[in-house]
């Protein structure tokens, strides 16, 4: 796959990503953003939406896992009920550990996707590794400067999908 920040899926909410569709694509495996991808920074854990898309993953074998460039305390609170492999302060867009989450969870290049909501963190760090990446929109957009100058830098990649 040649190296391209444009994702091969957007959706504009996570569980657009249904079961179905991720079996038809061939994935058995997706690594998750937790951030304004599943929930918004301010919620610490999973609400409902998410809980029961998970499950309906895991009712058809796809595994998942957490990977965030958040803190421990951050991913550790929203990861107390789902239990998943989950990887805290990440470094996406480095793929280190993308790799240890899919030998985790039992998947490999050919069979993982990545989901999260920046193209210069999620998307960048899924292509870096070798996997597909699927792009949703912020839930809730964070209005600091650095995230608003990404933001920013992302439209006119995200206008060639």
């Known amino acids: 796959m040649g190296f391209t920040f444009v994702p091969e899926y ?3 909410t996570f569980d657009e990503a249904t079961p179905e569709f991720l079996l038809s ?3 058995r495996g997706v690594l998750l953003d ?3 991808t599943l929930e918004p920074y301010e919620h610490p854990n999973p609400g409902e939406q998410v809980v029961r898309w998970l499950a309906s993953l895991a009712a058809v074998g796809i595994k998942t896992a957490i990977v965030s ?6 991913v ?6 789902l239990q998943m492999p989950a990887y805290a302060k990440a470094g996406k867009p480095f793929k280190k550990n993308l790799l240890r989450a899919m ?3 039992g998947t490999d290049r050919t069979n993982t996707v990545l989901m999260g909501d920046q193209v210069f963190t999620d998307v960048w760090a899924a292509h870096n590794t070798g996997i597909r990446a699927i792009l949703v929109p912020p ?3 964070k209005r600091d400067l650095l995230t608003r100058f990404k933001r920013l830098l992302e439209i006119p990649v995200l206008k060639k999908y």
Do not use: H, P, S
Not at 76 to 81: G, I
């Open 25 to 27: 694509i061939g994935v």
């Open 34 to 36: 937790i951030d304004n």
């Open 69 to 74: 460039n958040n803190n421990r305390e951050r």
């Open 10 to 12: 957007r959706f504009n």
């Open 139 to 141: 839930i809730r957009d």
């Open 76 to 81: 550790d609170l929203f990861n107390k009920d």
């Open 103 to 105: 030998a985790d969870i």
